[in-house]
């Protein structure tokens, strides 16, 4: 599977080698120029080093160097992640392309050169999507629910995760459908998708459609790649 992790401190690269220990093809995104996360040039500043000492802060799989002293510097704990970045065979790609613009890379036609790159979508509903609400659909008078379902606790869950501010609350909302389903409905946490890059579904032909298609493969077809 095609894994895209955003984020190149220590948590998006040890994410990303477990992955690759595990088969998958892995691209780290950042937005800043160097691996480190918090410890990148950008956010460092002179005189930091570590509050931990350096056996506590170093990967459990990759000890820091013997010459690195009891607390680090910031410089130090960089070049050691970008150590654990290339020994571990990760590919990383620093770019300014955040969460953001990779969501306008899903549809957008006045940019076909994102066609079939990296994208990501985050809208609810009925559709298949990768925003885990049931807005649209299980809310009180959603434009896609066929019958009168209706449940205030969930419409006050559905409007605290599409209005709200506070991350939880798209937890809140998909663990509630998880126990209290009230039709033969699969909604799920966490959803990725992954396609060979030869299967297209009707025009345009930019793997987005896909999203779309997944229940009428009758529109897939495969591509000379
Ligand atoms: C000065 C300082 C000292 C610290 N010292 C210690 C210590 O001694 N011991 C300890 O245990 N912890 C320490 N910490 C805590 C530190 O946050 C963690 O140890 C660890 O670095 C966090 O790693 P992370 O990968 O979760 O996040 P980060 O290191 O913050 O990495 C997140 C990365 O994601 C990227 N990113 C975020 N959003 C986007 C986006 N939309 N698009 C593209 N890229 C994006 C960022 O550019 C960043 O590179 C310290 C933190 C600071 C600030």
Known sequence: MRVAIIGAGVAGLATAKVLIQAGHEVVVFDKTPDVGGVWSRTRRYPGLTTQSPKAQYSLSDFPMPKSYPEWPTGEQVQAYLAQYAAQAGIHITLQASNFDSMLENYVDPESPANDDKWAMEDFGGETDSTYPTQFGFLNTGGSGQIGDFS???????????????????????????????????????????????????????????????????????????
């Open 151 to 225: 449940n205030p606790q969930a419409d006050s869950l559905i409007n605290a995760s599409v209005t709200g501010s506070d991350p939880a609350a798209v937890t809140a909302e998909a663990s509630y459908f998880t126990s209290q389903v009230p039709v033969l409905w699969q909604p799920v946490l966490d959803y990725t998708w992954a396609w060979k890059t030869n299967i297209s579904a009707t025009e345009p032909q930019a793997f987005e459609n896909l999203t779309q298609y997944d229940n009428t493969p009758q529109f897939w077809y495969l591509t000379k790649s």
